[in-house]
């Protein structure tokens, strides 16, 4: 595979995921739908119930919805990453699969490509997110827009190599409901997303320690600090480490006819 | 250029769908795969085109093995699967590109060869519909058009007349069988539907993961003196189709 063949054809992989992202644009609000209803409702709500004391990278008291927006942008990379990884390995709507893996470029960069192409489809959806919030009053200074960008990419790779390696070990999780119920929910709920560890910790060490474990937490860190121009070293080490275990994991794992023999 | 497979066997869990197949395709030519559902044909295309790792047994596809050099292997390949693989919400072209850029081709070498396939298949006038207005006949047409575009050696198809008329059913058949004259193709094509082949055509008789038969249809009805390759079927497998 040349450099030039590698260029064309992950190209290729991106122009069909945007075309796919153009047809179902309903998909896309439906997708914007559930962050924007914590933010608007449930933030409201619980801003009351939670205070937020100064904590790094925010440098004044802040109101909950300003906490809460890097962990909902996480949330969306978080659905995203995992529907695409299960559709990868048991979606044959289409067989989009089957063309995608009779292709003569290696397996792992097709395989790859296809994570890095889905992971930049849902950046759409996380600006799309951060647009609204920005109308609603959640503002980061406006370069942090963009020092987010490469954070919101490698979580949304980690993220979607962890679907795909649990899509593809862990036959019990045949569709999105069960994937939404073990891996999303937990995933979300026993993270930073919602209320920082400090707090968590106030309420049991045990929950705070799985907290902490949480890779997802690591990637809501990583980007919050990112949204205010800020390195979180130990959270992009730690992103970096996973995406890349689980990179090479999944991709070693991927076996086709797993998902093809179940339907 | 052909396909040769030796001594290869392949389970699902305890279940065997292919023990010790031997098969050497005949080059440019119409080499028919028989069996009736469930015989391990679409098994055999899946470790064909890679879908499926080998477990034993090699498989070498135009003198590249397929374990040691798939990306040889596949660009000489082009595979029709048996359900659609085309993606219906996209028009002709978007997906014909799709498939190109896979196979390291700009849009600049593909549309020449988009033009040329579409032609051939009488096409060209539906490049940017999409492909959910296209009948059963024509989405086939597009998905063979598809295969050919890399240019390749060996073409596969399986079952790829599964739901459509007998008229089209024909057609298509006919279609492929000029392919092989005019560009020295070689076509391995997977059926259960007899009439789909000809006295002359090779023919392998595939049953409960085993192959029955394999000679031209003319010589397997001599060797076993039926009267026709229909006959000798149903007498090998015990089964009409």
Not at chain 1, 54 to 76: D, H, N, Q, R, W
Not at chain 2, 33 to 58: D, V
Not at chain 2, 94 to 106: E, I, R, V
Not at chain 2, 217 to 236: E, G, K, P, V
Request: net charge positive.
């Amino acid at each position: 595979m040349t450099l030039r063949d590698a260029l064309i054809c992950f190209n290729g992989l991106l122009q069909r995921e945007l075309l796919r992202f153009v047809q179902q644009r309903s998909r896309f609000f439906s997708a914007l739908v559930r962050p924007l209803l914590w933010l608007v409702v449930f933030a409201s709500g619980f801003r009351a119930a939670l205070g937020i004391a100064i904590i790094a990278p925010y440098e004044t008291y802040i109101t909950y919805e300003v906490y809460i927006v890097p962990g909902l942008c996480a949330m969306i990379i978080l659905f995203n990453g995992m529907q695409s990884s299960l559709s990868m390995v048991y979606d044959r709507e289409m067989g989009s699969m089957r063309v995608l893996l009779v292709s003569p470029m290696p397996r792992p960069f097709l395989l790859l490509s296809k994570l890095m192409a889905t992971s930049l489809i849902s950046l759409l959806q996380v600006y799309g997110f951060l647009v609204i919030a920005w109308f609603w009053g959640v503002e980061a200074p406006l370069w942090g827009y963009l020092t987010a960008l490469p954070a919101f990419l490698l979580v949304a790779m980690m993220l979607s190599a962890i679907g795909l390696f649990i899509s593809a070990k862990i036959k019990q999780l045949e569709n999105f409901a069960g994937v939404m119920n073990f891996v999303i929910f937990p995933m979300f709920f026993l993270s930073s997303a919602l209320y920082p560890l400090w707090k968590m910790r106030e309420a049991s060490e045990w929950l705070y320690w799985i907290c902490a474990w949480n890779p997802f937490s690591h990637g809501v860190e990583l980007i919050r600090f990112a949204l205010y121009q800020q390195v979180n070293s130990t959270a992009l080490s730690i992103v970096i480490v996973v995406t890349l275990v689980a990179s090479i994991v999944a991709v070693r794992g991927f076996q086709p006819q797993q998902g093809m023999g179940k339907r | 250029m052909s396909i040769i497979i030796r001594n290869l066997s392949f389970s699902y869990g305890s279940l065997n769908a292919l023990q010790d197949i031997n098969l050497a395709l005949q080059e440019g030519c119409f080499n028919a795969l028989l069996g009736p559902n469930g015989a391990g044909k679409s098994t055999l295309f899946a470790l064909l085109s890679r879908l499926y790792a080998l477990q034993s047994g090699e498989i070498t596809i135009a003198g590249h093995s397929i374990a040691h050099h798939p990306a040889q292997v596949m660009r000489k390949l082009g595979v029709v699967f048996q359900q659609s693989t085309l993606d219906l919400d996209l028009s002709v072209a978007q997906n014909l590109y799709y498939h190109a850029a896979l196979h390291g081709m700009s849009k600049r070498q593909a549309l020449p060869r988009i033009t040329e396939e579409l032609a051939r298949f009488d096409l060209s006038q539906r490049l940017h519909d999409k492909v959910r207005t296209l009948n059963g006949g024509h989405r086939r047409r597009v998905e063979i058009a598809r295969a050919l575009l890399h240019q390749p050696e060996i073409l596969l198809l399986d079952e790829p007349s599964v739901g459509l008329d007998p008229a089209t059913r024909e057609s298509l058949n006919l279609h492929i069988r000029q392919l092989c004259r005019q560009q020295q193709l070689t076509v391995l094509w997977a059926t259960h539907l007899i009439e789909e082949v000809q006295n002359d055509d090779p023919v392998t008789i595939l049953f409960k993961g085993r192959i029955l038969a394999s000679d031209t249809a003319d010589q397997l009805c001599q060797q076993h003196q039926s009267a026709d390759i229909s006959t000798l079927f149903r007498s090998l497998t015990g089964t009409s189709t």
